[in-house]
Nanobody
């Protein structure tokens, strides 16, 4: 895996939806753990969702039931479907990747980020 490129961010009103994508280069994508992180101004970066090589998923409590992470290994692409968006979801969203044993957030690869802004 060499490069991660996010897309799909934008501005929406509260209650709206967005789908983020993260396109990865490299031919071993399916072996990587993938995840989404976010960072709002003045706040620390936080993990949002994670999907491992076997398809198992984990979510931050703040997004459970609203966000869905998925991956298409044939397209080397990671997704984050975000529904029922709230103003507190406003942040820069980053895609991350790491090989097992995964330590997403502390090592591995990062994308450049895509901005999500939710207005009330």
């Amino acid at each position: 895996l060499v490069q991660l490129v996010e897309s799909g961010g934008g501005s929406v009103q509260a209650g709206g939806s967005l789908r983020l994508s993260c396109a990865a280069s490299g031919d071993t994508y399916s072996t990587y753990c993938m995840g989404w992180f976010r960072q709002a101004p003045g706040k620390e970066r936080e993990g949002v969702a994670r999907i491992d090589w076997d398809g198992s998923t984990r979510y931050a409590d703040s997004v459970k039931g609203r966000f869905t992470i998925s991956r298409d290994n044939a397209k080397n692409t990671l997704y984050l479907q975000m529904n029922s968006l709230k103003p507190e979801d406003t942040a820069m969203y980053y895609c991350a990747a790491d090989l097992p044993p995964c330590q997403l957030g502390t090592r591995g690869y990062w994308g450049q980020g895509t901005q999500v802004t939710v207005s009330s």
